[in-house]
């Protein structure tokens, strides 16, 4: 069983900063991507930002040079550092992994933790 545990959301003033964690557990084989999505209500989930074991990242248009995501591979534990938060950044926030098992690649997500930024 691999579990994701998300923390840090919740509520912030449009301009301020939060930083997510999300701590990988179990057998979660080889790390190829960890990484964040989020799903806003009436709206499809989207990719926020991904980063790669090897430190490479990908980062949705409206978020880059707000949003930073790390990796600590020792922990097994992603973060994402949110500055200069918009009301439209509101959403469920869902962590997100991607490993492989010899071939087999298995996805697994978090239970998701609130964003709210306020105008």
């Known amino acids: 069983q691999v579990q994701l545990v998300e923390s840090g959301g919740g509520l912030v003033q449009a301009g301020g900063s939060l930083r997510l964690s999300c701590a990988a557990s179990?057998?979660?084989?080889?790390?190829?991507?960890m990484g964040w999505y989020r799903q806003a209500p009436g709206k499809q989930r989207e990719l926020v930002a991904t980063?790669?074991?090897?430190?490479?990242?990908n980062y949705a248009d409206s978020v880059k040079g707000r949003f930073t995501i790390s990796i600590d591979n020792a922990k097994n534990t992603v973060y994402l550092q949110m500055n200069s938060l918009k009301p439209e950044d509101t959403a469920v926030y869902l962590c997100?992994?991607?490993?492989?098992?010899?071939?087999?690649?298995?996805?697994?997500w978090g239970q998701g933790t609130q964003v709210t930024v306020s105008s």
């Open positions: 179990g057998k979660v084989g080889s790390i190829n991507t």
């Open positions: 997100n992994l991607v490993s492989f098992v010899i071939i087999s690649r298995f996805t697994y």
């Open positions: 980063i790669t074991r090897g430190g490479s990242t």
